[in-house]
Each structure stands twice: as structure tokens, then as C-alpha cells.
């Protein structure tokens, strides 16, 4: 689902600003990093596939280093 089409309280940031990042899971927090996804995927979408191919967050880090 785009991000775009989520009822706004369910946007991540929005729940980011409302409700602090405690509230959101890290594929959330890492679809506000990312900012926008590319045709046919959303950065929530983006998000699952790269924390997908890491087993953990620092992981993670290693890809982008």
C-alpha cells in the first residue's frame, strides 16, 4: 500500500510526530529515512526488503557503508 493512500493517522510521520518513534516499528522508521519509494514501490516497501537482507539492524549499517 502507498503511503499515500493510509488513513493519515496511520502515516509514520505523522504517528512520528504524534505518538514519538518508540511507536514505530523499524521498517517504519526506515521508510521516513528513505522519504519516497520509486515506481511500483512504496519506501515502506523498500523498507521490508532491505531489513529483509539484513538479520539486524547493524547488519543493515553494513550494507550502507
Do not use: C, Q, Y
Not at 512520528?16 to 529515512?33: F, P
Request: avoid cysteine.
Amino acid at each position: 500500500m502507498k503511503i499515500k493512500e493510509m488513513v493519515t493517522s496511520e502515516m509514520p510521520r505523522e504517528r512520528l510526530l504524534s505518538h514519538g518513534a518508540k511507536s514505530l516499528s523499524n521498517t517504519e522508521l526506515l521508510a521516513i529515512l528513505i522519504n519516497t519509494g520509486r515506481k511500483g514501490f512504496s519506501s515502506i516497501d523498500i523498507s521490508n526488503e532491505l531489513l529483509k537482507s539484513a538479520s539486524n539492524l547493524n547488519e543493515l549499517k553494513k550494507i550502507f557503508n
